[in-house]
């Protein structure tokens, strides 16, 4: 990918990353937020927990290599500051990248279905290959939804629009557009579309 890129290819990459397809106002789901050092995935949880929309939570992350936090107990400490239960939550604390948040959590995901819980990933909004791990990893998920939230990097939110001008954004944005593209075509990741709202 070169340095410049047009807009079409601009609304195109856009489009294919990003994963946003939130769950219905009337439908409660399970919530997995994947690792981060961010707050705003467990902003987003508190408030559907609050709603009575989010049962069932689930947090990931190991040790943060650039502060070393441990990304899914600062996520449970901060959902329990907003008033979350500690038995709503289930806390993965080990992995290190996007693939293991999903492989040491099956057990919690396998409670979730089990309970009859549709799933919701929450992740950055240009993330793709957050669902398609899921989907990977989660043969039986079913249909499922995902709430895509902007991350900030040097001060600035990386946006659905002003991704291109900010450079870790940019940088980040492109390669999950070339990486989810290669990885489904050579089957290591599966096969997605989203679908009347729904991931499939």
């Not at 997995?32 to 559907?48: C, D, K, R, V």
């Not at 290599?65 to 899914?72: C, L, S």
């Not at 806390?91 to 549709?118: I, K, M, P, Y």
């Given at each position: ?47 559907l927990y ?30 329990m500051d ?119």
């Amino acid at each position: 990918m070169t340095d410049e890129i047009s807009p079409g290819q601009v609304a195109e990459i856009t489009a294919f990353v990003d994963i946003q397809a939130p769950p219905p106002a009337d439908r409660a789901t399970a919530l997995f937020l994947f690792g981060t050092n961010q707050a705003p995935p467990a902003e987003i949880a508190a408030e559907l927990y609050h709603a009575g929309r989010a049962p069932l939570i689930i947090v990931t992350g190991g040790v943060n290599r650039h502060n070393g936090i441990v990304e899914g107990r600062t996520s449970q400490r901060q959902l329990m500051d907003r008033g979350v239960p500690e038995d709503v939550i289930r806390c993965e604390d080990q992995s290190a990248n996007t693939w293991q948040n999903v492989e040491f959590s099956l057990a919690h995901l396998h409670e979730a279905l089990r309970a009859g819980l549709t799933i919701t990933a929450v992740s950055k909004w240009y993330h793709r290959r957050t669902v398609h791990i899921l989907k990977t990893l989660l043969r039986d998920i079913g249909a499922f939804y995902a709430i895509g939230w902007e991350p900030i990097y040097a001060g600035k939110p990386v946006t659905r629009a002003d991704w291109p001008s900010i450079p870790d954004g940019r940088r980040q944005v492109i390669r999950e557009w070339e990486e989810v593209s290669r990885r489904v075509e050579d089957g290591s990741l599966a096969t997605l579309e989203r679908v009347h709202g729904l991931w499939r």
